[in-house]
């Protein structure tokens, strides 16, 4: 029976060691749960490590992933609209200067004091000391307006373009001998003359200088006209062939390509009972055309005129502007080649003169190449401005101005992309094949960033951009002109052309501020959509990572609840003996 009791008595007791260890089991299970309802409300997160979301676990990293790329983006976007800032910013000076400077050029102009000349020249200098200064702007430890160049000083310092720095001219030099290459011996490069019968001729032996023949009408019906063409390199003549007597009031004019491109006419008037050559009154270059003597004879005198009306009038004021181009419009500064006064053609010398723009640019692309002068394509006015690259008897670029070509010699290094898209440089006097040229950047295109997905923004910007350049070289005219109180015509005739090239400068910055500003939206606009996005991808990671505080809540009262009764069952099975079971 003892046996019995022993055998019942110990499996009763077995079944109580079980009962409290499944319970001691369901308490630690609970306490467990507690602990991590007590780590979920106090981190808001569901778990501490991605294995505690489970299968979720995938998702939540994909969603982290994209909301790092959008970091990375958000990053790129305050960038470069830090830059632009700064860019805008600086174009809002350089248009402010051009507005300014091109009002102040008219006044200078019109008839008044003195002190509206020298204003325009003390502006000058004040606005193009502030715009270089604007210009060699950094953000960072880059320069903004030097295109890809980010590391060079894109502009000279104004008191180095004007004056030059040490052995190298400044844009006062370069004026004055390109001046002194389109006056010539005082008439613009240009004479006319007669056969002392019944031809007269007018001819152009200045080359790339002076006042070139652009053509001659006439509505008269006793003269036959040949328009310009090239004589002997570099002469361009023009005639009119009489065969009778002009009648009173009939008109002939001659018109001429200044120095800058500009056109201007002389008009002769015939008549029998005015003096040859004598002004027409309230007609700007028009003069009287006497029909009493030699024709010929009388419209040589007139043109000669004519001629030396231009000159004196017009003839500063446009050189100056061309003089302006030679040094800001090119890759490498030119200047007449050889002796000014005869010179025929231009030389590209970055050895002698000051180069004012460092930064990164494009290289021009020529129409075509030629062996020699004598293959190139005529002259035409349609191809006006079309360049080829020249072959022999030298390296040289030649520039059709509408009528004949102005050939620049290259200087060795100098760079062309021709027509089939290969890269040329001058070498030793030829055009050497460097191979297909790279894809040449706009100067918007010199910067690109990535700041989304697929999508890339350039917001480059280059002190040599049109509107820029032009408002520079206005303001820089201005200064280095000559200039000379006892006689401001010359200084007037460039202040004039000055004006009009900075009024036109500064429909250029507005044009560059607006494309910029569209730049300006694009990256506010994606900035915004990834923010939104951002949202989406942050609702969608916390309804994986995040908790619903009601839901914890509760459900940890619950475990509580659970483990005091846990904690109860146990402190009764603990009481438990054979005597209160019996």
Known sequence: MSNSLLTTGTYLNVSTLGQNLRVRQDISMVRSSIMEAQTQISSGMKATSHGGLRADA?????????????????????IAESRLSIVQASLSVIQTSSSALSMQAKQAVAPGFVQDVRMARVLGKSNLETMVSKLNTTHGSRYLFSGAEIDNRPVATAASMIEGSGSQR????????R?????GTGNGRVAAGSDGLDTTTITHT???????????STNSGVATL????????PAVTATVDFTGVPANGERFTVTFTMPDGDSREI????????????AVSGSENTYYLSTVGVTADNMRDAIDKGISGLVSSALTGHSAIAAGNDFFDHQVARIPSGAAATATGHAFDSGTVVSWYQGGDAVQTVSGQAANAAALPAAAAANSGQTYLVDAPAAMIATSNGVSWDFTAAEDGIRFIDDVGHMRVANGGAWNDD?????QDSPRDSVRSKVDDGLYLSYGAQANEAGIRDTLKGAALLVAAAYDEADLGAFKQVAWEAGSLLSNAHEAVISQRSDIGVVQERLEATRERQKDYEVVLTLQLD?????????VSTRLQDLLARLEASYSITARLSQMNLASYL
Request: overall charge negative; glycine content about 16%; hydrophobic content about 45%.
């Open 170 to 177: 400044g844009l006062r030099e370069v004026v004055a001998l």
């Open 226 to 233: 040949t328009q310009p063409t090239a004589g002997v390199f």
């Open 267 to 278: 008009t002769l008037i015939a008549s029998n009972a005015q003096a040859n050559g004598s």
């Open 435 to 439: 191979g297909l040229a790279p894809a």
């Open 58 to 78: 995938t998702a939540a990293q994909q969603f982290r992933h994209q909301m790092g790329r959008l970091d990375g983006y958000a990053g790129t976007i305050g």
């Open 179 to 183: 001046l002194e290459a389109d006056m």
């Open 206 to 216: 200045g080359g790339a200088f002076g006042m070139k023949l652009a053509g001659i």
């Open 543 to 551: 309804a994986i990572e995040g908790i619903d505080d009601f839901e």
